[in-house]
């Protein structure tokens, strides 16, 4: 194999390395107003149990400080973030910082998890007298609050992204740029058995000679002719389910691959994890296990007074940490596998490799990892025999996916034998 390596392009102002979440800013006042909020309940706790002779109000004002210091710690990740986002000193961005933050939030949460369930052992064998008239209002005051608490924090966080990170959607139509004009290439099916619909954006008109070539993932192809309908082509034959394949269009001497993706509702899954911030999930899962654990509490209490179960207090500690722990265990796999570079979405990977396979080029080798919340980098080893296709071909091919936001390319061609 004689190697033809082609660097990216030098920095310049127009290569950012700035890899936030689109709501970065957003995320970060929602918060600090938490902060504000848990704090002024910490104090209000703390001053009141001192005041009035109250152990309890005294005991959950100091378990509100674990949150708030947690939240603390979520919104300086923020700022930090947000202030060295041109740092050149960070190669690829301050993005990941945020999950180094969640990654520590998630070692506090089974901390205290480890903590709630020795505490409520030990009072399982060894029942302790309730307040009741103090416990009860001090719980459901803190549930309120962290209820509100997860409310904030849910308006900072929560976007719509869109379908970066696989396939954009083909109800929506892929671009195509040609050397004329760009074409878009989307599955029409609005009340009809679904077909291709190929029509101009710009610059350009389309002629029947264009058709349109799908490859499956089981190897399968199927060639599709196309009509004019007076402004745009529609394909004479449908496109079966599942609406997932490389489709080749063919025209002006070319061929323009382009990477179908059934839509990905889930969040959890595939490219939504890519878009998650997990800084947010941290914040989130420490004010809704406290919320869990309030609930709970309330619940036992409650049986408590009513029919003299003292265990039920206890118990209902020893499955809030459970939750917590469950909690916790997500979210430290989660951020882990983030901080190890463990590639972030095997169906992109798979999609990039099939964008460039499609043609008879080859994929020798393939990173992906994670730079910040909607932003993945790649680096892509291609061997092709076809000499024209530069490391400028395989860019404009995987243009298509919007999550690669820092994408190196490096084109090999194969030896010829003497």
């Keep these: ?28 006042r929602s ?60 190669t690829f961005g301050t993005g990941k910082l945020g999950d180094l933050a ?10 205290i998890a480890i903590l ?28 309120g609050v962290n209820v509100g608490s997860t409310w904030l924090l849910s308006r900072g966080g929560h976007h719509h992204h869109g379908h970066g990170g696989a396939a954009p959607s083909h109800d929506e139509g892929q671009r195509i740029e040609t050397p004329q004009g760009v074409l878009a290439l989307s599955v029409f099916e609005d009340g009809v058995a679904p077909v291709f619909r190929l029509q101009p954006q710009s610059g350009r008109t389309v002629d029947a000679c264009w058709t349109v070539e799908t490859l499956r993932p089981d190897g399968a192809r199927q060639l599709f002719s196309m009509t004019d309908r007076g402004g745009w ?9 599942p609406h997932e394949f490389i489709a080749s269009v063919y025209g002006d001497g070319r061929a323009y691959p382009l990477v179908f993706a059934e839509h990905e509702h889930s969040h959890e899954h595939g490219h939504g994890a890519a878009h998650r911030d997990n800084n947010m999930r941290a914040a989130v899962i420490h004010v809704a296990a406290d919320a869990a654990v309030s609930m709970l509490v309330i619940v036992g209490l409650l049986l408590a007074r009513a029919f003299g179960w003292l265990w039920m207090d206890p118990l209902a500690g020893i499955v809030g940490a459970c939750v917590i722990a469950s909690w916790s265990y997500g979210l430290i796999r989660d951020t882990g596998s983030i901080l190890l570079d463990m590639s972030p979405d095997r169906a992109l990977a798979e999609g990039v490799r099939r964008a460039i396979e499609a043609e008879g080029d080859r994929v020798a080798d ?15 080893s291609i061997t092709t025999a ?4 530069g490391p400028e071909y395989y860019r404009r091919l995987l243009a298509q996916f919007s999550s690669l936001s820092h994408l190196t390319v490096e084109v090999r061609q194969p030896s010829s034998t003497q």
């Design 233 to 241: 082509l529609e394909s004479d034959e449908t496109v079966p389910e």
């Design 31 to 90: 918060t600090w107003a938490v902060i504000w909020l848990c704090g002024a309940m910490m104090a209000l706790e703390i001053v009141g149990g001192v005041l009035f002779g109250s152990i309890a109000l005294v005991a959950d004002g100091l378990h509100m400080s674990t949150h708030a210091g947690a939240l603390l710690l979520a919104a300086l990740a923020y700022r930090y973030a947000r202030r060295h986002a041109h740092d050149p000193r960070f």
């Design 386 to 389: 076809k000499a024209a296709r």
């Design 1 to 28: 194999m004689i190697a033809t390596q082609t660097p990216t392009a030098p920095l310049s102002p127009e290569h950012s390395h700035v890899f936030l979440g689109a709501g970065h800013e957003k995320a970060e």
């Design 102 to 111: 969640g990654f520590t939030s998630a070692i506090i949460l089974a901390m």
């Design 116 to 143: 709630i369930g020795y505490e409520a052992v030990g009072r399982l064998f060894a029942p302790v007298a309730i307040h009741f008239s103090q416990a009860i209002p001090i719980a459901v005051l803190g549930l």
């Design 366 to 380: 393939l990173h992906l990892w994670r730079l910040g919340p909607g932003h993945l980098g790649a680096i892509v």
